[in-house]
């Protein structure tokens, strides 16, 4: 897509990642084998933006395989661009209480079903632009997109969950690597990722089992905090450069 992005890995994996991606922009961490999964680095990651007083930064998983925009119901692989980036970024700089916002999974949004442009006050994953002066930090080992949008939510702030732009993410364990020992292997049917949730917002947390293995369910309807909108002058119609091109 051509847009601009930083790889940031741990020091045991510098070399095999600047073998294979010698364009790209590397960063190296200054610890490795933490035993926490992503945690360190996520936070690490959010060091970088507070120093290069970005406002806010995005943090995206390794495995998305493209981005979507999403017109009349119909998915379309963005192919070049940063523009579904900046319509985001655009739209949340606009409201003084956004604390996270980001792009859905693709793979939630079908063709049957209505879609609105984005929803509000809900759990926001993989794809997630962050308030740098949020007063949290990425914590725990399971389940930290759910618990950071749940602390934000809890308190006052909103979170925005874009349909409108869309990430193609592979499912959870079908590519090897990443958190895929440390996280996820070592678990009875992912029942830790649940309870460890349960135990830290008992009060919207269930665990549940569903389709062979636990799930967390939580419940996101007390979460009725309004957007604030700046005292901005509305904006004119934009596309940010996007077209829609025939195949």
């Not at 495995?63 to 579904?84: P, Q, S, T, Y």
């Not at 604390?99 to 949004?109: D, H, I, K, P, R």
């Amino acid at each position: 897509m051509g847009v601009p992005f930083r790889i940031v890995v741990e020091p045991q994996e510098y070399e095999e990642y600047r073998e294979r991606h010698p364009e790209a922009n590397i960063v190296k961490t200054p610890f490795s084998n933490l035993g926490q999964g992503s945690i360190p680095v996520r936070n690490f990651v959010w060091d970088i933006a507070l120093e290069e007083n970005s406002g806010r930064h995005w943090i995206i998983d390794d495995n998305m395989e493209h981005f979507n925009r999403l017109h009349k119901n119909e998915k379309f692989i963005v192919k070049d661009g940063d523009a579904i980036f900046r319509a985001a970024e655009t739209f949340t700089d606009r409201y003084e209480n956004i604390g996270l916002s980001g792009m859905n999974y693709a793979s939630f949004c079908k063709k049957t079903d209505p879609m609105s442009p984005f929803n509000f006050n809900t759990r926001i994953y993989s794809c997630i632009l962050i308030d740098n002066s949020l007063p949290f930090r990425w914590r725990g080992k399971y389940n930290e997109d759910t618990d950071l949008s749940l602390r934000v939510l809890k308190s006052g702030l909103c979170t925005v969950l874009f349909n409108a732009f869309l990430c193609g993410k592979v499912t959870t364990q079908r590519m090897k690597g990443g958190n895929t020992e440390d996280v996820y292997g070592d678990t009875n049917k992912r029942l830790e990722f649940a309870k460890s949730l349960e135990e830290q917002h008992p009060d919207v947390v269930k665990v549940v089992w569903k389709w062979n293995r636990w799930h967390h369910q939580v419940d996101y309807k007390g979460f009725t905090q309004k957007l604030i909108r700046k005292d901005l002058e509305p904006l004119e119609r934009n596309e940010f450069g996007m077209v829609l091109v025939d195949k």
